[in-house]
């Protein structure tokens, strides 16, 4: 499976009306990517989710 890169037009669009509920603009954008995650991915756990983006490597301090 291709990883995700961004968030498709298409999406963005209906994904949009959704922004109000964050306080934040990174909120929301977590919020986005998890719904495309959701959507793209064969499956349905965090794991899946995280390896489909191509997110920076958390690490612990």
């Not at 929301?28 to 991915?41: D, K, N, P, R, W």
């Not at 997110?55 to 301090?61: I, K, R, S």
Request: include cysteine; charged fraction near 20%.
């Amino acid at each position: 499976m291709w990883p995700v890169v961004g968030i498709p037009p298409m999406w963005a669009e209906l994904l949009d009306r959704f922004r109000d509920c964050f306080r934040r603009s990174d909120q929301f954008q977590h919020f986005a990517e998890y719904v495309i995650g959701l959507i793209v991915s064969s499956r349905f756990s965090v794991q899946a989710l995280n390896d489909l983006l191509p997110l920076p490597a958390f690490e612990w301090v």
